[in-house]
């Protein structure tokens, strides 16, 4: 199984983001964020690179610069996501 999209993780972040009143750890979101894709096993979550990295936690931060590169998402500090202006009027379309 692969991780789904990048552009449906991205929706799925800015949800939670919106959900959890604009801005979270991304610790705390990388399940919240995984309950959208019921597709992906719990084995695919703990999924990890050589170097011990988190496969999961990996795709959604691509994610995330993706979000960011486009003025949807900033980050507060390290690790502390915030929902831009520009990323709530993506649902009000």
Known sequence: ???P???LIEVAILRELIAVGG???SQELYPRIAKHFTQIMD???KQRFGIGE???QNE???AALSLKQKGELSSVK???WEITEKGRERFNE
């Open 1 to 3: 199984m692969s991780y």
């Open 5 to 7: 999209a990048r552009r």
């Open 23 to 25: 801005r979270a750890n």
């Open 43 to 45: 084995t695919e979550l």
């Open 54 to 56: 988190n496969k999961w």
């Open 60 to 62: 959604v931060r691509w």
């Open 78 to 80: 390290r690790g502390l």
